[in-house]
């Protein structure tokens, strides 16, 4: 069965710093991995997703996230915190059964 | 292209009584899944439709049912509801395997169980 841990509930980062997302996965079979935003009171975007080939992966609004299966990682980052990305951020894994397990979210503050 | 559209967006029923929520997927797209988000236990898988039948099932019990209708549009239906389905209940959809293709999610039914 495949999982998702994310470290952080809450994150805080100032306008301007880097931001770093924390997501680790377990899983028996090479993962899907996923990285969603969500702001209030809407559902859920899509940032960037990994399947094969390339272990960087970038995303929309300047987000990129890198597999690293030997620390089965796929940490979020972006270099340049914006306001408008404070938002609730979820980690997801698929496997070849196609159910999506989503971590427990980070919430992202940017403080001015 | 609209989007993910779910009615209603708000619902208010009481203990045991039933409820039926509705999804209408972007034009063209065949695979409509269901998901339940609560503070507690987070996002949850609920189950997948593709082409009017049932792909994928997450671990739920048989209290929550769905069905597909032949344009894609979907419904999940909620029987003898209890305190703990209060939730918010996000549909998405997609052009086919919810893994291999991006899914567009909609803005969800938040339902309150009194």
């Known amino acids: 069965a495949q999982s998702v841990t994310q470290l952080g509930s809450h994150v805080s980062v100032s306008e301007g710093a880097l931001v770093l997302l924390r997501c680790n996965y377990s899983?028996?079979?090479?993962?899907?991995l996923f990285w969603y935003v969500q702001y209030p009171n809407q559902g859920l975007q899509l940032l960037l997703k990994?399947?094969?080939?390339?272990?960087l992966v970038k995303g929309i609004n300047g987000f990129e996230a890198e597999f690293k299966k030997s620390e089965t990682s796929f940490h979020l980052t972006k270099p340049s915190a914006h306001m408008s990305d404070a938002a609730e951020y979820f980690c997801?894994?698929?496997?070849?059964?196609?159910?999506?397990?989503f971590g427990a979210g980070t919430r992202l503050t940017v403080k001015p | 292209k609209a989007g993910v559209t779910q009615t209603p967006r708000y619902l208010i029923k009481t203990r045991g009584q039933q409820v039926t929520l509705s999804c209408s997927p972007i034009?063209?797209?065949?695979?409509v899944s269901w998901y339940q988000q609560t503070p507690g236990q987070g996002l949850q898988f609920l189950f997948e439709?593709?082409?009017?039948?049932?792909?994928n099932k997450g671990n739920f019990p048989g209290r929550f049912s769905g069905r597909q209708f032949s344009n894609s549009r979907s419904e999940m239906n909620v029987s003898t509801l209890e305190l703990g389905d209060s939730a918010l209940y996000l549909c998405?959809?997609?052009?086919?395997?919810?893994?291999?293709?991006?899914?567009?999610f909609g803005p969800g039914t938040r339902l309150t169980v009194l």
């Open positions: 998405a959809s997609s052009l086919d395997v919810p893994r291999e293709n991006e899914q567009f």
């Open positions: 899983s028996s079979v090479p993962p899907y």
């Open positions: 990994y399947t094969t080939g390339a272990t």
């Open positions: 997801a894994v698929s496997g070849p059964n196609n159910d999506m397990r």
């Open positions: 034009s063209g797209h065949r695979s």
């Open positions: 439709y593709f082409s009017e039948t049932q792909r």
